[in-house]
């Protein structure tokens, strides 16, 4: 988290976004996530994005203890966006006929080309870094 906060929330804005952020991997490590994916605009250059994406890896989680918001996708994730700032999908969830969520972040949007994301590995125990 320390790398991406470095790396990513340089302006207060982008600050503002990483809290989210940090709020949407507490909510996961909480019910034992241990890997989370973030990409998007916040992930660029861009001076002003306008949120983050990303996905999570739900194995062995406890599902009973995760955030509902979470599995809330209704409104174009509205409920997600309110609360987190960002938007975050199940990445071995389809997000299409034959293609998993972690799969569509790593393709970029307009070339069709393959990208690269940023995999943020959670604490089990404690407070996040």
């Not at 975050?88 to 998993?100: D, K, L, Q, R, V």
Request: aromatic share 14%; charged share 20%.
């Amino acid at each position: 988290m320390t790398e991406v906060a470095l790396a990513f929330a340089t302006t207060p804005h982008r600050q503002w976004l990483f809290e989210g952020f940090q709020r949407v991997a507490e909510a996961l490590r909480t019910a034992g996530c241990s890997i989370v994916y973030l990409d998007g605009s916040f992930t660029t250059g861009k001076p002003h994005p306008e949120d983050y994406d990303g996905c999570w890896d739900h194995t062995g989680m406890d599902f009973a203890r995760l955030d509902p918001v979470l599995l809330d996708f209704s409104n174009k994730r509205a409920a997600q966006k309110r609360k987190f700032l960002g938007e975050m999908f199940p990445a071995f969830t389809n997000n299409g006929p034959g293609e998993i969520f972690l799969e569509f972040f790593q393709i970029e949007k307009f070339s069709g080309q393959p990208k690269g994301i940023i995999r943020v590995f959670l604490a089990p125990k404690g407070p996040m870094p």
